[in-house]
């Protein structure tokens, strides 16, 4: 080591494995028990996220709710990983983790941080061994096959656990003398389903599978995809772009089949169909390089409509950049199910052969009546002509196509076609996906082109915003896009403010303030977007409610309150509870004037709802706080524990910022027992009084150190239930009582 760095406690530094100025540190530590690979996020968070972070990526239990984006994006794969259980081998395990505490005079490079704050860390175990291209020149083609199963293995291990990679490239799998680790845990996520997509932000051009680059989005079997990707460019020595072109045209080369092993072709062209759904497991993969004799077919029917277009081109690899950066915007033998036993050959004497004529019944498709003789057919076809002639005759004075000439037909109004759209899309769920948002918005840039007004300007620039998601806390920073934006949304009201230009205007300046990166240079830049953004609000909650429709009046309502929960958390941080108050008001307005509203807008009104739990908890209204909790377990349909974690752990995290992250279970219940009278009893107590399971009678109020709880106020509301059925059912006395 040429100088000091930052390294845990109880770690001594061997090497800076990397830097990236103001964002990350890797260093090769060394303690008591091992060598580690520790990570150190230079993005300050307060001291006290120390043991739930310690929690959250070893347990896998904990929030990270509160942190800065930057932080909570990488944490979210190391507790994904706790999750998936450190019997597994595969893939790299976490030793340690907490929050760093930095002094001056330490003789460190790196900027400190402000007071009572600190830059998170996390070690994994060190993995001795080589990067895959570094190792791969030195291993036969014996052993290279044999790596690269273990690779599929690895990639099955974690699709087991319906866990997705995310990031697989040659510098991120170590090699070592008996086994083949996956390293770099931050783009691990849990998919929803095996044939459900996950929002993927980060990804290495030229080894990430189309859907990600063209859609931001991933399935189990992009990662079998970024196998195809990297085998392909070991085995051929090229980029991966050219790899992937190489092995997948009709005819390749005769160097590319003298540079594949046997059995490899398939393997490739397998895993790099365009299509997620035709991609073979990865289970599948390893299997067939283990030597056994499996089909690589589909992990599901492709679809049965073209919602792949996109990812059907395979140019989209072609992005070679740089093959080791990640871009920013997861065997029977190994513990595997065995693969299914097939079915007995059908004797001979029971097969039956079908004929044409049959075929359809066999796909389970019900067969047409026989076609009756043709002098029938001509006799029925005669009838039905002249009945819909008479019909035609009888009808004629009200079908639309009969009307007078001299009739005039009514202009199509692009601005009002404009409007139903945007509504339809925010109020029906079957037209609520990027698909539809797409296309708006090449209708609204089709009526600007048509048509320079007010109106098309400011749909048009509303459509620009919505289309990258950024209204949602899920959305990347992307500074070219957001240039775009800023530009579209000046431009817009230069031509002339109206309400959906404004709107766009002020849910830009919000994305910059909550998602660009707070480095020394930009955190003035980010402080003045976050103030525009508040001015913008300002300027379109002067306009009365009743001045524009239900639903969009929630949106409104709801974009500016996610912004001041974003300020409120950053005020947590600097410690200013004049700023946490301000803005907590501010965003407790915004959900009382949308709360009679809500039914308007039946798509985003229910996130909204889980917000404004929290708000009112923050606000100290706990009548109120009751009320918004009711309501969305009667919206979610609740009527026990059973599946409603999302509502109860939103619930019992939201009753104060001191309860915002309380440990729950699987339930949604808190997993520990807080100190009678302490502000975890409280919301505990608050908390089953949203489920109907406590009365004003329950408290048992004892003052504590610190911050005066406020049972008093607690107990008034709970003279109010809002629900006369406790959800806990038959559970109810054992948790209440662990939680009195």
């Not at 497991?281 to 492709?302: I, K, S, T, Y």
């Not at 052969?353 to 019900?366: F, G, N, Q």
């Not at 029906?428 to 918005?441: F, S, T, V, W």
Request: hydrophobic share 40%.
């Amino acid at each position: 080591m040429s100088g000091p760095t930052l390294v845990p406690p109880g770690h001594q530094a061997i090497s800076v494995l990397r830097r990236v100025e103001g964002e990350r540190l890797v260093v090769h530590t060394r303690r008591p028990s091992g060598d580690c690979a520790t990570l150190v996020l230079l993005t300050p968070v307060p001291l006290h996220f120390g043991s739930t972070l310690k929690g959250v990526m070893l347990r896998g239990r904990g929030s990270i709710e509160g942190l800065p984006a930057e932080v909570s994006r990488t944490l979210e794969g190391f507790r994904v990983r706790a999750r998936v259980g450190l019997e597994e081998q595969g893939i790299a395990r976490v030793v340690d983790a907490g929050v760093l505490q930095v002094r001056e005079g330490e003789g460190i490079t790196e900027a400190l941080p402000p007071q009572g704050h600190g830059y998170v860390w996390a070690s994994t175990a060190w993995v001795p061994g080589e990067t895959l291209d570094k190792a791969w020149p030195n291993l036969d083609r014996d052993a290279r096959t044999e790596t690269l199963r273990r690779v599929a293995t690895n990639l099955a291990t974690l699709h087991r656990y319906g866990v997705f990679y995310g990031d697989l490239k040659p510098g991120n799998v170590i090699v070592g003398e008996s086994d083949t680790v996956l390293i770099d845990l931050e783009t691990l996520r849990e998919v929803p389903g095996v044939d459900a997509p996950v929002r993927s932000l980060e990804y290495t051009p030229g080894y990430a599978a189309p859907e990600q680059v063209s859609a931001y989005e991933a399935y189990l079997t992009s990662d079998v995809w970024a196998f195809g990707a990297l085998a392909a460019s070991l085995w051929l020595e090229k980029p991966p772009g050219e790899a992937v072109r190489a092995v997948t045209v009709p005819d390749p080369p005769q160097s590319v089949l003298d540079a594949l092993p046997p059995r490899w072709l398939d393997v490739l062209r397998a895993c790099l169909r365009p299509i997620p759904q035709e991609r073979p497991r990865a289970a599948a993969v390893a299997a067939v390089l283990r030597g056994e004799d499996v089909g690589l077919e589909g992990f599901m029917d492709p679809p049965a409509v073209g919602g792949f277009g996109a990812y059907v081109q395979l140019d989209a690899t072609g992005q070679e950049g740089s093959s080791d950066q990640t871009t920013r915007v997861e065997d029977p033998d190994d513990g595997l199910a065995p693969l299914p036993t097939p079915p007995p050959p059908v004797p001979q004497s029971q097969i039956e052969t079908i004929t044409p004529d049959r075929a359809l019944m066999a796909s389970d498709v019900r067969l047409a009546p026989a076609p009756a003789p043709r002098r029938a057919q001509i006799g029925w076809a005669l009838a039905v002509l002249a009945l819909g002639l008479l019909l035609i005759v009888a009808l004629r004075p009200r079908l639309p196509g009969f009307a007078p000439r001299s009739a005039p037909v009514p202009p199509v109004n692009p601005v009002e076609v404009l409007r139903d759209a945007f509504q339809r899309h925010k109020t029906d769920p079957a037209h609520n996906g990027q698909d539809e948002i797409d296309r708006i918005l090449t209708q609204a840039t089709a009526a600007l082109s048509d048509e320079r007004t007010p109106d098309t300007a400011g749909l048009r620039s509303r459509a620009f915003v919505w289309s990258p998601r950024w209204h949602y806390s899920t959305a990347s920073w992307d500074p070219e896009k957001w240039s775009l934006a800023d530009d579209e949304t000046r431009t817009a009201l230069a031509v002339g403010p109206t309400v959906e230009g404004r709107f766009a205007r002020a849910m830009a300046l919000s994305a910059a303030c909550r998602l660009m990166p707070n480095t020394d240079n930009g955190a003035p830049v980010r402080t003045a977007r976050c103030n525009e953004a508040e001015r913008e609000f300002a300027i379109l909650d002067e306009a009365h409610d009743t001045d524009r429709p239900g639903w969009l009046a929630v949106e409104v309502h709801w974009a500016a309150e996610v912004l001041q929960m974003h300020l409120v958390l950053r005020a947590l941080r600097a410690d200013d509870e004049v700023e946490v108050t301000e803005h907590v008001q501010t965003a407790y307005i915004h959900c009382e004037e949308a709360w009679p509203l809500l039914d308007t807008a039946p798509v985003n009104g229910d996130e909204m709802n889980e917000d404004c739990i929290a708000i009112t908890g923050w606000a100290r209204d706990y009548t109120a706080f009751l009320r918004w909790s009711d309501r969305l377990l009667d919206r979610r349909g609740r009527v026990s524990l059973e599946g409603a974690y999302p509502e109860v752990a939103k619930i019992f995290r939201g009753g104060a910022l001191e309860c915002t992250y309380r440990d729950v279970d699987l339930r949604g219940i808190p997993t520990s027992r807080a100190r009678t009278g302490s502000w975890g009893h409280f919301c505990d107590i608050l908390g089953l009084g949203a489920l109907g399971c406590a009365d004003a009678d329950t408290p048992r109020p004892l003052r504590r150190r610190g911050r005066k709880v406020p049972w008093s106020q607690l107990r008034e509301a709970l003279n109010h239930p809002q629900r006369t059925r406790c959800l806990l059912g038959d559970e109810e006395n054992k948790i209440r009582a662990a939680l009195r």
